[in-house]
C-alpha cells in the first residue's frame, strides 16, 4: 500500500483543481503579458502558425 499524502501535496493538488472551480475569477485576477512580451515572441517566431498547449484562459492566444 501507498503511503498517504502529506499536507504538502494535498495543498499542492487542491491549488492546482482549484483553477476549473472558478474559471471567471481566475481570468480576472490574472496578469496579461506585457504587449512588448508578445512583440518579441512573434518577431522571434519562424512562422504565423502557433500551437498553444494548456492555454487555459487563452491569455497568451492573442
Known amino acids: 500500500m ?6 504538502e501535496l ?3 493538488r487542491q491549488m492546482a483543481e482549484s483553477f ?4 471567471e475569477r481566475y481570468d480576472r485576477s490574472r496578469s496579461r503579458y506585457p504587449d512588448a ?3 518579441r515572441t512573434v518577431a522571434a517566431s519562424p512562422g504565423l502558425d502557433v500551437l ?3 492555454c487555459g484562459t487563452r491569455i497568451a492566444a492573442r
Open 10 to 12: 494535498h495543498q499542492h
Open 52 to 54: 498553444d498547449v494548456g
Open 37 to 39: 512580451m508578445v512583440e
Open 2 to 7: 501507498g503511503s498517504p499524502m502529506s499536507p
Open 20 to 23: 476549473g472551480a472558478d474559471p
